[in-house]
């Protein structure tokens, strides 16, 4: 009879699956293959680390994975372009710097992505500050979104006023 070679990962989901069936059950002392409804939750485990691995691999070979780091800083420069209205251009640099964690580098580096400020009630200072680091020395476009309905009169923060010297020289 001819010997199989048994696949690697095979061996190792026997590993962690081998003994549900051959050990006895430590609340009611009945064999393992009478006994599954006490270890279903670990045969669940198994299957959401399975998957989870799963889905690591998968993410690691996507195509979007694949584009050059000059390339994808291309696209979210442009991406930034469409959002220069203050209606807009708060969020999408947190969104994209949630997506992976390349994403979040190559946002991070790009002192011009972050050259757009957009300040709306409430306002954070810390989120302000982050944002005027994150932006360099590169010349600032600040929006200032201000409500009638604010009850605390508005205070322009410390870190955007030091900025100044850096805002655009069209003033809106």
Not at 37 to 42: A, E, F, M, V
Request: proline share 9%; aromatic share 10%; with cysteine.
């Amino acid at each position: 009879m001819p010997s199989m070679t048994v696949p690697l990962s095979l061996m190792s989901w026997l590993s962690n699956v081998g003994p549900i069936f051959t050990k006895n059950c430590p609340t009611c002392g009945l064999p393992g293959l009478l006994n599954l409804k006490h270890d279903d939750k670990k045969v669940l485990d198994i299957i959401d680390a399975a998957s989870t691995t799963k889905q690591r691999l998968e993410s690691i070979s996507a195509p979007i994975r694949r584009l050059p780091r000059d390339v994808l800083l291309e696209i979210f420069s442009l991406c930034r372009r469409g959002f220069d209205s203050p209606l807009y251009g708060r969020d999408y640099l947190w969104t994209l710097g949630h997506i992976c964690h390349w994403w979040r580098d190559i946002v991070h580096s790009l002192p011009t992505l972050w050259s757009v400020v957009v300040l709306y009630p409430p306002y954070n200072p810390k989120i302000t500050e982050m944002h005027l680091q994150r932006s360099g020395d590169v010349p600032l476009h600040v929006y200032i979104i201000m409500s009638i309905d604010n009850s605390p009169p508005f205070v322009v923060s410390t870190y955007v006023a030091s900025g100044c010297c850096r805002f655009s020289p069209c003033l809106r």
